[in-house]
């Protein structure tokens, strides 16, 4: 019904920067909250940001300063820019939905998941 679609990851150099993209696709009327998290291997899944539809924005701490997410609404699209990549970002990175509401039904909606996109960060 809804999928989600993530871009941009790649291989980068130590000091880099990155942006990812992620398009939500389906019948949707509004998302709540779209997101990224990432995880790396033998490590725990982290968030790593995520911005709700009227624009409040939550951030990891490892990433404050560094990264910023931005929404665009009406294209059901989030974005991670990622600026000062340092090795310790190398992970797959997910996009998220939450509260994702579809045309003809209401609150509060269902979450849906990214395949995920690989960030390298190596010299």
Same mark, same amino acid.
């Given at each position: 019904? *809804?999928?989600?679609?993530? $871009? +941009?990851?790649?291989?980068?150099?130590? +000091?880099?920067?990155?942006?990812?993209?992620?398009?939500?696709?389906?019948?949707?009327?509004? %998302?709540? =909250?779209?997101?990224?998290?990432?995880?790396?291997? +033998?490590?725990?899944?982290?968030?790593?940001?995520?911005?709700? $539809?009227?624009?409040?924005?939550?951030?990891?701490?490892? =990433?404050?300063?560094?990264?910023? %997410?931005?929404?665009?609404?009406?294209? #059901?699209?989030?974005?991670? #820019?990622?600026?000062?990549?340092?090795?310790?970002?190398?992970? =797959?990175?997910?996009?998220?939905?939450?509260?994702?509401? *579809?045309?003809? $039904?209401?609150?509060?909606?269902?979450?849906?998941?990214?395949?995920?996109?690989?960030?390298? *960060?190596?010299?």
């Amino acid at each position: 019904q *809804v999928q989600l679609v993530e $871009s +941009g990851g790649g291989l980068v150099q130590p +000091g880099g920067s990155l942006r990812l993209s992620c398009a939500a696709s389906g019948s949707i009327f509004s %998302i709540y =909250v779209m997101g990224w998290s990432r995880q790396a291997p +033998g490590k725990q899944r982290e968030l790593v940001a995520a911005m709700t $539809s009227g624009g409040s924005t939550n951030y990891a701490d490892s =990433v404050k300063g560094r990264f910023t %997410i931005s929404r665009d609404i009406a294209k #059901h699209t989030v974005y991670l #820019h990622m600026n000062t990549l340092k090795p310790e970002d190398t992970a =797959v990175y997910s996009c998220n939905a939450a509260g994702t509401v *579809v045309v003809g $039904s209401g609150p509060p909606g269902d979450d849906y998941w990214g395949q995920g996109t690989q960030v390298t *960060v190596s010299s």
